[in-house]
């Protein structure tokens, strides 16, 4: 973390933070924060859709002062960001931000897809669409549970290489390639 806005109290410059997509308000009244199903906490996902912090406002311009709008509540595409407090998640100083990275979203949620699918079950077949970090996680958690075939599309080729090092074992182009054809393949 390189600075810390007026008011934050919870966390200090150089402390070591993941982004959360989808953060938790912590009140203690808040029926979001105290379910185990779900944390989508609705006082941030309308401001997120906007693309601005919960208080409406931006805290990004260009240089002429022309506003540049948030990227689902985190704008983890820059080089630098603003988050809200109740965005971050603090991790242990001694940990490799490198692969601490990766917890913020994109593994947890395709991980979670699978571990938490009560029809994932040993020998199934998995289709995945789109190999980016969720469809990656995906395939890495189906192969961990036993996932018979575990089929890769994406329209990047490019991509089915680490698709394969993940767990897949057929990629797809859907474009170049229908669903109806690589299926019957298989029958």
């Not at 390189?2 to 934050?8: I, K, P, Q, R």
């Amino acid at each position: 973390m390189h600075d810390v806005g007026e008011g934050v109290t919870e966390y200090k410059p150089g402390d070591l933070v993941i982004p959360c997509y989808t953060p938790e308000c912590m009140e203690w009244n808040c029926i979001y924060c105290k379910s185990n199903k779900t944390n989508l906490w609705p006082k941030v996902r309308s401001t997120q859709g906007s693309g601005t912090m919960p208080d409406g406002t931006s805290r990004f311009s260009t240089m002429d002062d022309q506003v540049i709008y948030h990227f689902m509540g985190c704008s983890t595409f820059s080089e630098y960001t603003v988050l809200c407090s109740i965005s971050l998640a603090k991790i242990n100083p001694t940990a490799d931000p490198k692969q601490m990275c990766l917890l913020g979203c994109g593994v947890s949620t395709g991980w979670g897809a699978v571990m938490t699918n009560p029809n994932m079950r040993n020998g199934v077949s998995v289709a995945v669409w789109g190999l980016g970090a969720v469809g990656l996680a995906v395939i890495q958690a189906a192969k961990y549970r036993g996932a018979g075939r575990i089929y890769a599309l994406d329209v990047n080729e490019g991509k089915f290489g680490i698709a394969k090092e993940f767990g897949a074992t057929d990629c797809h182009n859907p474009l170049t390639q229908p669903a109806g054809e690589w299926l019957r393949e298989r029958e």
